[in-house]
Nanobody, 127 residues
């Protein structure tokens, strides 16, 4: 059974950077599309970024474009989310999610398209 574990969250000042990791166990991520989501207190969980299983097609929410970068290393069963120029509104619990989908460019920011989730890692952006 595929399991996902996020790490790398923490407290950072506005303008700072963090790198989140999503580590898979049980399976390699070769044929899985991966999404990063976040949920702030009192708000719905929203899609932040995603990456396809093949050829690494990517997509980003408008709110994080040009600041966040998603990447993957299937050999190491890890997906990263590099977050730069962080803002207070980026504060949330960040989750990675996976769905088995061998595809050149399938990549979704919709929660309903994923069936395996990690437990989340807290990111707090504050001075």
């Amino acid at each position: 059974q595929l399991q996902l574990v996020e790490s790398g969250g923490g407290l950072v000042q506005p303008g700072g950077s963090l790198r989140l990791s999503c580590l898979a166990s049980g399976f390699t991520l070769n044929n899985y599309a991966i999404g990063w989501f976040r949920q702030a207190p009192g708000k719905e969980r929203e899609g932040v970024s995603c990456i396809s299983s093949l050829r690494s097609g990517t997509n980003y929410a408008d709110s994080v474009k040009d600041r966040f970068t998603i990447s993957r290393d299937n050999a190491k069963t890890t997906v990263w989310l590099q977050m730069n120029s962080l803002k207070a509104e980026d504060t949330a619990v960040y989750y990675c999610a996976a769905v088995w989908r061998p595809s050149w460019n399938f990549c979704s920011l919709l929660r309903s398209n994923y069936n395996t989730w990690g437990q989340g890692t807290q990111v707090t952006v504050s001075s």
